[in-house]
């Protein structure tokens, strides 16, 4: 005969969490909908709120039975409240998955407006977070397993799951790196898809098509080739992202002329007040403003139409006075189409040099600079004149 003190001893030692387990168990019952609407905002969750309804049946069913068996056979060794902390497990990573998709979607999803409200929507970056999400989730789960089963065997370096992570902590080394800077790329606002970005200094421009965990696909501007690069890699070199601008200026790009020297220097004290490099000085200046007024007309090139051209002498050298031109460039445009990120980083430096072409025969102004020759005969003391025509540098 089944001893009453000794029942009512057993269920009353554990008595606060036997009736918290049932408390959330029966919210979870009832109110299935609850929990998992405010995390799919436009989503259908009835299947999953179904799914959600019957772990917790089964759950409290397996409880029922396991105080049941606890009380008549002192033996029993909790089959079925193990069952059950299974079936809670699994439905407690679901539930915890919903809530770490929601904030992925918050944090790398598309946000749009609907009825004046913002919503969050999938995209590939917010998948791929909840495919690292996922991971991580499984992970304890399994955990959580082997401890309600105690399994602890299957830890050890001699089970199989400790010779499978001995392996992953061999080879990590070669996988980790990857992964961990592709998180690195999704979780900073500095890299993102259809930014436009240089590597290590080098002068092609490229525009980030998509991230993976081990490797970033790039599109080569210039050449419309696609690249594959490593997520190490790429984020040990120096990027430069061209769509992340400094100032709302634009980018700061230059053109660097090479002009001939003033030829008409005297020696007549009236003339020598006339500065000729002063002159020279002031009409490439007149120059540089007749070529932004006619592109902004035009309206071709990729300019900023608000700021005018700098133009600065930066070296006087042996054969022609060097002047750089300081243009900026409009902000570039999110996109992933090369020929877009082409007229605005390759097309406008070609039309302000064909401006400047024409704008300098209108100024009198030469870029072709004479070199010249002396050689200078110790007798006679004659020197020959010669020049050769180099033209100018972008």
Not at 86 to 100: H, K, M, Q, S, V
Not at 142 to 169: D, H, K, R
Not at 309 to 335: C, H, I, R
Not at 372 to 384: A, K, P, R, Y
Request: proline share 3%; glycine share 6%; aromatic share 12%.
């Amino acid at each position: 005969m089944i001893d009453l003190h000794t029942v009512i001893e057993q269920i009353q030692t554990p008595v606060f969490g036997h009736v918290a387990a049932f408390v959330v168990n029966l919210l979870v019952l009832f109110f299935a909908n609850g929990l998992l609407r405010p995390f799919n905002h436009g989503k259908d969750v009835t299947l999953q709120a179904r799914a959600l309804r019957f772990g917790a049946f089964l759950f409290l069913l397996s409880h029922v039975f396991d105080l049941v068996l606890v009380s008549a056979f002192p033996a029993y060794e909790n089959v079925f409240i193990r069952f059950g902390l299974t079936i809670a497990t699994f439905f407690g990573c679901l539930l915890l998955f919903n809530i770490t998709s929601f904030f992925s979607r918050q944090k790398f999803g598309t946000q749009r407006e609907v009825d004046g409200k913002p919503i969050y929507l999938d995209n590939y970056n917010s998948r791929l977070m909840d495919l690292v999400a996922a991971i991580v989730i499984i992970l304890i789960a399994l955990y959580c397993l082997i401890v309600i089963w105690e399994l602890e065997g299957l830890l050890q370096t001699t089970g199989f799951l400790g010779i499978f992570f001995a392996f992953l902590a061999l080879t990590n080394s070669i996988w980790a790196p990857d992964i961990y800077f592709g998180l690195v790329i999704l979780n900073s606002n500095m890299l993102e898809d259809g930014d436009v970005i240089k590597i290590g200094g080098l002068s092609d421009e490229l525009i980030i098509s998509r991230v993976s965990f081990i490797y970033t696909i790039l599109l080569d501007v210039r050449n419309n080739h696609r690249i594959i690069v490593r997520n190490s890699q790429l984020i040990n070199s120096r990027v430069d992202n061209l769509s992340k601008r400094a100032s709302t200026d634009g980018l700061r790009h230059s053109l660097v002329f090479n002009i001939s020297y003033p030829s008409d220097f005297s020696t007549d004290s009236e003339k020598r007040e006339a500065n000729p490099f002063s002159e020279l000085n002031h009409r490439v200046l007149q120059m540089a403003a007749t070529m932004h007024e006619r592109l902004v007309e035009e309206g071709d090139a990729k300019i900023n139409k608000n700021i005018p051209f700098e133009v600065v002498l930066t070296n006087s050298g042996d054969y022609a006075l060097e002047y750089t031109l300081f243009y900026y460039v409009e902000a570039l445009p999110n996109t992933k189409v090369t020929k877009t990120v082409r007229q605005y980083l390759l097309q406008t430096p070609s039309l302000i040099q064909q401006a400047a072409n024409r704008a300098a025969s209108e100024y009198n102004i030469q870029f072709a600079t004479p070199l010249l020759i002396s050689n200078v005969d110790e007798n006679v003391g004659e020197s020959i004149h010669g020049h050769a025509q180099s033209g100018s540098s972008v």
